[in-house]
C-alpha cells in the first residue's frame, strides 16, 4: 500500500533474507517461491524511486562489470536474438553466456553472499544521500545476482513469476487488485480483554466491516489451531491489538504474524492503562514494537471505541484516495 521507499526496500531486504536458507539446505520448492517475491520487490521499489531497470541493467551490455578484459563485446544479438534484452528471459540467458566462466567455480551460497552485499549497498546508498546513482549502480547487482542465482539452480525466472502472480493479484485473485481497502480486521487480543473485544466487534460492525477472532481459545489453541489463526491473519487487510496483562505465546505468535503479513498502517495495537504489567516478555516485546509503531492507551472501553473509530475512518479515508489515483490495467 502507501509504502515509502524504505519501507520498500526494507520489504526487498526481508524477502532477500527468506531465501537464505532454502538455498544452504538446496530446498528447490522454496526457493522457486521465494524468489518471485524477491524480483517483485525490486520492481516496486524501482517504480518508488523511479529508476527505469532497462536502463540501469545497460552496464552488463555495454561495459560488464568483471570482464574489462573483454576485448570484443558480446552482442545480445548473438545469443538471444534480439539488439536488447526486454524480458527475465533474455537477461537470463544474457547473462548466463556472458558470465559462463566466472559463475562456474561461483557456489550458490556465495551468490547469495553477493545479493546480500549488494543490497545493503543500496540500502546505504538510500540512507545517506540519497546518492540516487549509486542506488542505482547497487540495485542493478542486485538484480543480476538474483538472476545468477535463479540459473545456478536451472529456476526459469518468467515461468516462477507467473505462478506465483498469475496476472492478477496473489492475495485478492483480482485485476486490478481491490486490496486498497478495509473490509477484513483480524482482533488478538489477551484473556483479560475479553469485555473490550465485544465493544470493538460492535464498532466493526457499525463500520460495515467484519472482525475476524477466535473466541473460543482452550488449551490446546495453541497448538492445534495457530494455522487456522495464520491463515485468518492472511485473509485480513488489517488488525486490531488489545493488550492488558494476561500475555501468552498464542498474544505473541499473532503479533508477530500480524506484523510479518499485514501493512503496519492497517495496524491498530491498544494497551489497558493500569498497574505495570510483570511480565517481562510482553515488557520487551512492547519497547521493540514502539521503535517502528505507535502503541495506544486506554482508561476505559468508551476511550477505545472513540479512538479506534477516528483511527479507522482516516485510514479508510486514505486508502480510497490510493485507490482513486492507481489507473484500472486492462
Same mark, same amino acid.
Given at each position: 500500500?502507501?509504502?515509502?521507499?524504505?519501507?520498500?526496500?526494507?520489504?526487498?531486504?526481508?524477502?532477500?533474507?527468506?531465501?537464505?536458507?532454502?538455498?544452504?539446505?538446496?530446498?528447490?520448492?522454496?526457493?522457486?517461491?521465494?524468489?518471485?517475491?524477491?524480483?517483485?520487490?525490486?520492481?516496486?521499489?524501482?517504480?518508488?524511486?523511479?529508476?527505469?531497470?532497462?536502463?540501469?541493467?545497460?552496464?552488463?551490455?555495454?561495459?560488464?562489470?568483471?570482464?574489462?578484459?573483454?576485448?570484443?563485446?558480446?552482442?545480445?544479438q548473438?545469443?538471444?536474438r534480439?539488439?536488447?534484452?526486454t524480458?527475465?528471459?533474455d537477461?537470463?540467458?544474457?547473462?548466463?553466456v556472458?558470465?559462463?566462466?566466472?559463475?562456474?567455480?561461483?557456489?550458490?551460497?556465495t551468490?547469495?553472499?553477493?545479493?546480500?552485499?549488494?543490497?545493503?549497498?543500496?540500502?546505504?546508498s @538510500?540512507?545517506?544521500?540519497?546518492?540516487i546513482?549509486?542506488?542505482?549502480?547497487?540495485l542493478a547487482?542486485?538484480?543480476?545476482?538474483?538472476?545468477?542465482?535463479? #540459473?545456478?539452480?536451472?529456476?526459469?525466472?518468467?515461468?516462477?513469476?507467473?505462478?506465483?502472480?498469475?496476472?492478477?493479484?496473489?492475495?485478492?485473485?483480482?485485476?486490478?487488485?481491490?486490496?486498497?481497502? @478495509?473490509?477484513?480486521?483480524?482482533?488478538?487480543?489477551?484473556k483479560d480483554?475479553?469485555?473490550?473485544?465485544?465493544?470493538?466487534?460492535?464498532?466493526?460492525?457499525?463500520?460495515?466491516?467484519?472482525?475476524?477472532?477466535?473466541?473460543?481459545l482452550?488449551?490446546?489453541?495453541?497448538?492445534?489451531?495457530?494455522?487456522?489463526?495464520?491463515?485468518?491473519?492472511?485473509e485480513?487487510?488489517?488488525?486490531?491489538? @488489545?493488550?492488558?496483562?494476561?500475555?501468552s505465546?498464542?498474544?505473541?505468535?499473532?503479533?508477530?504474524?500480524?506484523?510479518?503479513?499485514?501493512?503496519?498502517? #492497517?495496524?491498530?495495537?491498544?494497551?489497558?492503562?493500569?498497574?505495570?504489567?510483570?511480565?517481562n516478555?510482553?515488557?520487551r516485546?512492547?519497547?521493540?514494537?514502539?521503535?517502528?509503531?505507535?502503541?495506544?492507551y486506554?482508561?476505559?472501553?468508551?476511550?477505545?471505541?472513540?479512538? @479506534?473509530?477516528?483511527?479507522?475512518?482516516?485510514?479508510v479515508?486514505?486508502?480510497?484516495?490510493?485507490?482513486?489515483?492507481?489507473?484500472?490495467?486492462?
Amino acid at each position: 500500500m502507501s509504502l515509502t521507499n524504505e519501507q520498500v526496500l526494507q520489504r526487498l531486504v526481508e524477502e532477500i533474507a527468506e531465501i537464505v536458507k532454502p538455498v544452504y539446505v538446496f530446498n528447490l520448492e522454496r526457493i522457486k517461491w521465494v524468489l518471485p517475491d524477491i524480483v517483485a520487490w525490486i520492481c516496486a521499489f524501482a517504480d518508488k524511486c523511479h529508476i527505469d531497470l532497462g536502463e540501469i541493467m545497460c552496464k552488463y551490455i555495454e561495459n560488464p562489470p568483471g570482464k574489462l578484459n573483454l576485448k570484443t563485446r558480446i552482442k545480445p544479438q548473438n545469443i538471444i536474438r534480439k539488439e536488447y534484452p526486454t524480458t527475465f528471459e533474455d537477461w537470463q540467458l544474457y547473462l548466463a553466456v556472458v558470465y559462463r566462466n566466472e559463475n562456474a567455480n561461483i557456489t550458490p551460497s556465495t551468490t547469495v553472499l553477493k545479493i546480500i552485499e549488494d543490497i545493503g549497498k543500496t540500502s546505504r546508498s @538510500l540512507r545517506i544521500g540519497p546518492n540516487i546513482a549509486n542506488v542505482k549502480k547497487h540495485l542493478a547487482g542486485v538484480i543480476a545476482w538474483t538472476i545468477t542465482l535463479a #540459473n545456478k539452480f536451472d529456476v526459469q525466472i518468467d515461468d516462477v513469476i507467473y505462478n506465483r502472480y498469475p496476472n492478477k493479484c496473489a492475495r485478492c485473485q483480482s485485476k486490478p487488485c481491490k486490496c486498497f481497502g @478495509l473490509s477484513t480486521m483480524f482482533i488478538s487480543y489477551t484473556k483479560d480483554t475479553t469485555k473490550e473485544l465485544q465493544s470493538v466487534k460492535d464498532l466493526l460492525t457499525q463500520l460495515d466491516l467484519k472482525a475476524e477472532a477466535f473466541d473460543r481459545l482452550g488449551p490446546n489453541f495453541y497448538r492445534i489451531n495457530m494455522s487456522k489463526v495464520f491463515n485468518a491473519i492472511y485473509e485480513s487487510d488489517g488488525a486490531i491489538v @488489545l493488550l492488558k496483562d494476561q500475555w501468552s505465546k498464542k498474544d505473541r505468535a499473532e503479533l508477530l504474524e500480524i506484523f510479518n503479513t499485514l501493512d503496519k498502517k #492497517n495496524v491498530w495495537i491498544y494497551v489497558k492503562k493500569g498497574k505495570k504489567t510483570k511480565n517481562n516478555e510482553q515488557k520487551r516485546m512492547l519497547e521493540e514494537i514502539k521503535q517502528f509503531h505507535k502503541i495506544q492507551y486506554y482508561s476505559n472501553k468508551e476511550q477505545l471505541v472513540q479512538s @479506534l473509530r477516528e483511527g479507522i475512518q482516516i485510514r479508510v479515508g486514505e486508502l480510497k484516495e490510493i485507490a482513486v489515483r492507481i489507473p484500472e490495467k486492462k
